[in-house]
């Protein structure tokens, strides 16, 4: 049965198995030396048993495992991929703005384990529901940049009130350096003669805000 976690699954349910049995059933055949159960356990030890570093991995990565090639690792990442997506989904289904938690809630499982740094805005009503959730840019490991005129233009669009802005810091570090600081007080500034008030300005990480 330990070989064999399709009907594992069959008969007693997705609960009873293990990482590296779902992994298996991902990745459907072994190889002459591996049964598929024993590659699922080869990527755990990969990863040190932590689904969150095995998200963060590519195809060229997973592919230095003996046994994992492209359209394994492609099939992995394919269903990590999903379960983030329906994470965001649950997280937009309770879309109203009340306070920073919330705002990183929604923005987590998009921004915290990427290994380059995003901007992104969350456009508000006056009673702070979402209207829209928008990337504004996308950088590299140490940095992006934001383009005030793009994410007021998308605020006039959307018929936004307020706006909370948000970055990640793929550092794990939560403090603002200095550019952020510099471009908070110019979006606020801009805000106020938009009449959109930039409410928030989060870094956001994987744990933390």
Known sequence: MDDRPRE???????????????????????????SAVDLGKKIMDFVG??????????????????????????NIITALEIGQRRRYADAQKRASILDSRSAFELLQPTLGELQHEEFWAI???????????????????????????????????????????????PSGNTQPSSPDKLLTKKLIEAGLIMNIKVIDHLIITETEY
């Open 123 to 169: 456009f508000l009503s006056h009673s702070n529901k979402v209207l829209d959730i928008q990337q504004i840019s996308s950088g590299g490991i140490t940095g992006t940049v934001a383009d005030v005129r793009l994410i007021f233009k998308k605020g006039l669009l959307y018929g936004a009130t307020s706006i909370v802005l948000a970055h990640n810091h």
């Open 49 to 74: 048993h932590d689904l969150k570093t095995l998200a963060r991995k590519t195809v060229e990565e997973l592919t230095q495992i003996k046994g994992i090639g492209k359209v394994k690792a492609i």
């Open 8 to 34: 594992k699954l069959m008969t007693k349910g997705k609960g009873s198995l293990s990482n590296a049995e779902l992994l298996a059933i991902l990745i459907g055949t072994g190889t002459a030396k591996d």
